[in-house]
């Protein structure tokens, strides 16, 4: 059994226009850094079509990543895109590595003791430095990753998610309640898919999309898709945002997404993890998908709304 066979058997294959919709980084540099630097290795059809998986897309971000820390393209080794974990040993500032790497060690140790008021410290201080989408990106998606590994191990347990979800949740809250509305910039509404109770990646995009220049009209979790057309339209809304940690249900996307498009002549967006994983059927709605990256999703947003003006 050849690459190919082995891996379609066993994983979800994309497209390379797909992956350069969901990723941001166009055909012909994925081409490169697989020609030139060796970093990424699709899977082949006989045609000589490259395929992609997840686990490519994750180790795109990462260069994607990498990159807007300031490292070369020529910097990057592969042992670099295998764990979030792995530290930027090419960057020239390994003081701010260094923050970041004991940063997510603090938190982690906070949530094992219970102890909001050093979560609150640490994120804090995190802020103080950083903008959102980075603290995001360096601190809160890596921290994740740590806790998720915990967790299915055992060595976490299931009070130590409620604890940290909770306090994240109502930090992030916090944080888009008190920002400085803004007068201008383009109107978005965001929601959560039917059946999505988990708000934070909303929240995260909500604040960044909010230090990018956006107005945001939030609707949070679990949001009735058959009501989104109308609020938008009242309020002017310049495009509809829509966010999935999960594979939604067929009929959420076949059913509900097609008849919201089809109502509307707002654009539609769908973000997270929903989006990777069912993207070209939300494509075929009308929609587009955009991927899991805050900021690369940002300027798929920003280039698209610029074209319409």
Request: overall charge negative; some cysteine; hydrophobic content about 40%.
């Amino acid at each position: 059994m050849d690459q190919e066979q082995a891996t379609a058997q066993s994983e979800k294959l994309y497209t390379i226009g797909t992956v350069a919709q969901l990723t941001g980084v166009s055909p012909i540099t994925l081409r490169a850094w697989e020609r030139r630097y060796d970093l990424i290795e699709p899977v082949r059809k006989d045609s000589g079509h490259r395929l992609y998986t997840r686990k490519h897309i994750d180790q795109i971000n990462r260069i994607t990543s990498l990159t807007s820390q300031g490292i070369r393209i020529s910097q990057i080794r592969p042992e670099m895109l295998k764990s979030p974990e792995v530290t930027e040993e090419a960057s020239d500032s390994p003081r701010q590595r260094d923050h970041w790497d004991e940063a997510r060690e603090s938190m982690v140790a906070a949530i094992v003791d219970f102890d909001e008021d050093r979560l609150e410290v640490v994120y804090n201080d995190a802020l103080a430095i950083a903008p959102i989408e980075e603290v995001t990106r360096r601190l809160i998606t890596p921290l994740l990753r740590v806790l998720g590994t915990r967790w299915a191990s055992g060595e976490g347990s299931v009070a130590e998610e409620h604890f940290f979800s909770f306090f994240l949740r109502n930090r992030l809250g916090a944080q888009f309640h008190h920002r400085t509305r803004r007068q201008d910039g383009a109107l978005l509404l965001v929601a959560c898919l039917p059946g999505e109770m988990h708000e934070i990646a909303l929240q995260i995009f909500a604040l960044a999309a909010h230090n990018q220049g956006f107005r945001i009209l939030s609707l949070g979790a679990s949001m009735p898709l058959s009501e989104v057309a109308y609020v938008a339209g009242k309020k002017g809304c310049e495009a509809i945002v829509l966010s999935g940690s999960m594979e939604p249900d067929t009929k959420v996307i076949e059913n509900d997404l097609a008849e919201l498009v089809a109502s509307t002549e707002i654009p539609v967006f769908v973000g997270g993890q929903s989006s990777v994983a069912v993207c070209e059927a939300i494509n075929r709605t009308g929609a587009t998908a955009l991927g899991q990256e805050i900021l690369a999703g940002l300027n798929r947003l920003k280039a698209y709304l610029a074209e319409e003006k």
